[in-house]
T-cell receptor, first 112, second 111 residues
Framework: SQELEQSPQSLIVQEGKNLTINCTSSKTLYGLYWYKQKYGEGLIFLMMLQKGGEEKSHEKITAKLDEKKQQSSLHITASQPSHAGIYLCGADSGGSNYKLTFGKGTLLTVNP | SQTIHQWPATLVQPVGSPLSLECTVEGTSNPNLYWYRQAAGRGLQLLFYSVGIGQISSEVPQNLSASRPQDRQFILSSKKLLLSDSGFYLC??????????FGPGTRLTVL
């Protein structure tokens, strides 16, 4: 079965600093999804990556998928307190049931 | 646009009592539906998924069951709750390989 490892497990940064979260798969990724979650709430979809070398950006968040499709990174530029939360990566199993396997998440704290 | 609802938002139940959590989706037809449990605010464990009415696949053996009586309704149940059933339960839907979209979740505490 596919496993996703996220690093770091937690991260504390000063407002305005850049940061990167990594997600590594034990198998080739069919699709890689990034979500953000605030405590006690549902997951908010951020971005989907499917092609090797693909990069997507939304506001100050950029996600990349490596050429081998086994590693993804999420980069936040000039972090703000609103970026705080848990970031999870999910991997598509490639089947028609669209099941996802998730990493354990990265807890981001942004200090003002 | 599509929306997904879950209720109740929070629930406190005694050990041995029954459980019924409901999830409904609006704005899409024949979605795939999923139930997850999240412990300690981290990684999600897939419990059940459904690709159509009456079709339920269980991912892990447990004290829970799921049903899909209507196209856009997914129910998570238990006849007798255990302490270990406590957690944050999330419902999600998908209609294509473009990701899953999650409901607001239900916080279940079993005492």
């Amino acid at each position: 079965s596919q496993e996703l490892e996220q690093s770091p497990q937690s991260l504390i940064v000063q407002e305005g600093k850049n940061l990167t979260i990594n997600c590594t798969s034990s198998k080739t990724l069919y699709g890689l999804y990034w979500y953000k979650q605030k405590y006690g709430e549902g997951l908010i979809f951020l971005m989907m990556l499917q092609k090797g070398g693909e990069e997507k950006s939304h506001e100050k968040i950029t996600a990349k998928l490596d050429e081998k499709k086994q590693q993804s990174s999420l980069h936040i530029t000039a972090s703000q307190p609103s970026h705080a939360g848990i970031y999870l990566c999910g991997a598509d199993s490639g089947g028609s049931n669209y099941k996802l396997t998730f990493g354990k998440g990265t807890l981001l704290t942004v200090n003002p | 646009s599509q929306t997904i609802h879950q209720w109740p938002a929070t629930l406190v139940q005694p050990v041995g009592s029954p459980l019924s959590l409901e999830c409904t989706v609006e704005g899409t037809s024949n979605p795939n539906l999923y139930w997850y449990r999240q412990a300690a605010g981290r990684g999600l464990q897939l419990l059940f998924y459904s690709v159509g009415i009456g079709q339920i696949s269980s991912e892990v053996p447990q004290n829970l069951s799921a049903s899909r009586p209507q196209d856009r309704q997914f129910i998570l149940s238990s006849k007798k709750l255990l302490l270990s059933d406590s957690g944050f339960y999330l419902c999600a839907w998908s209609a294509a390989p473009g990701g899953q979209f999650f409901g607001p979740g239900t916080r279940l505490t079993v005492l």
